[in-house]
């Protein structure tokens, strides 16, 4: 019989698995934060620098669980209006136009203002009610009958006040609508939180979530990404273009070229037919990777030097 502890162990290695073979690679640390932030129902604030693959592991956890995704991207005025839910106004207002129009039919044969006010308290009042509420992410999330991976994108973009009004809903999975009352999940979501630590975030909000931080990748782990998003590049083609990476990365740019952009310039260099990296071919493609003119002109000097430097040693084709 196996122990707690062995049933965790195949369970992380199977997620570990089971994301590969979508196309995502995880190491232990993020399997095991996956792991537990579905055992214990927490959510899980990713941080991290810009393009390491936080918002991709959502998604593959959404495919990987066979749960729809939804996604609210933060932003600088970001309020609930457009997070949680709106009232939809235009409807109201054909509502309070028929009503009008039957208020004289109600007041019809009332003696008094008392029977007026009984007969007008005893009419369904809808204006605030399910058929005009239009549900934006975060109560579409807690709404989903089967559960739902929902991505709450970049939150520290967003204001503290918005910080300060998801505590609920990361807590306790329900959220206080003050028209309808309290709305609690009915199954709650996978809640993933990523961050690109732009500014730092409350304590409030970092003790109600798990918290995994990922890096930009090392050279070994890179090229199984790379091989598995890019798997016609050659071998040794794709262990140079991860050791000329991460050559730059090591330099005083502003922005280091995230993983998604080493994925694209691993299709480049097949559409271009590339061999070898070479000072001419890297020259004309070094903006796929660098996105400000001022780290390109950082590494142009150093090209020969750091090509040659990030050639790996020969290696059997097909390896």
């Not at 195949?10 to 196309?23: C, H, N, Q, V, Y």
Request: hydrophobic share 45%; proline share 6%; net charge negative.
């Amino acid at each position: 019989m196996k122990t707690n502890t062995e049933t965790a162990v195949t369970a992380i290695e199977t997620i570990s698995r089971g994301f590969a073979d979508i196309g995502y690679i995880c190491d232990q640390d993020i399997a095991t934060a996956l792991f537990l932030a579905r055992q214990l129902q927490k959510p899980l604030l990713v941080e991290g620098p810009p393009g390491v693959g936080k918002t991709e592991l959502a998604k593959a956890a959404a495919e990987y669980l066979n749960l729809d995704l939804i996604r609210l991207q933060c932003y600088e005025g970001l309020d609930e209006s457009k997070a949680l839910y709106e009232w939809q106004y235009g409807k109201q207002l054909l509502y309070t136009q028929v009503l009008r129009e039957k208020l004289s039919d109600l007041m019809d044969g009332a003696k008094g203002l008392d029977e007026s006010m009984a007969r007008l308290n005893g009419f369904e009042d809808v204006f605030f009610s399910e058929q005009f509420l239009l549900p934006r992410p975060l109560l579409s999330a807690l709404r989903s009958e089967a559960g739902c991976v929902l991505l709450i994108d970049e939150i520290d973009k967003a204001d503290n006040e918005f910080e300060a009004f998801l505590l609920e809903i990361l807590s306790d999975y329900q959220i206080s609508v003050p028209e309808l009352g309290t709305i609690k999940a009915k199954v709650p979501p996978l809640v993933f939180l990523t961050s690109n630590n732009t500014r730092e975030l409350s304590d409030a909000l970092k003790r109600r979530c798990l918290h995994l931080f990922i890096p930009f990748p090392d050279p070994k782990r890179e090229a199984e990404i790379i091989a598995t998003r890019v798997p016609d590049l050659d071998a040794r083609l794709r262990q140079h273009l991860v050791q000329f990476v991460a050559a730059i990365r090591g330099q005083d740019v502003k922005k280091p070229p995230a993983v998604s952009e080493t994925i694209d310039w691993a299709r480049a260099l097949i559409l271009l037919n590339a061999k070898d990296l070479t000072p001419e071919f890297v020259a004309s493609t070094l903006n796929v990777l660098l996105k400000f003119k001022s780290d390109i002109d950082i590494i142009e000097p150093q090209l020969t030097t750091l090509i040659r430097e990030s050639d790996p040693a020969p290696i059997t084709r097909g390896a």
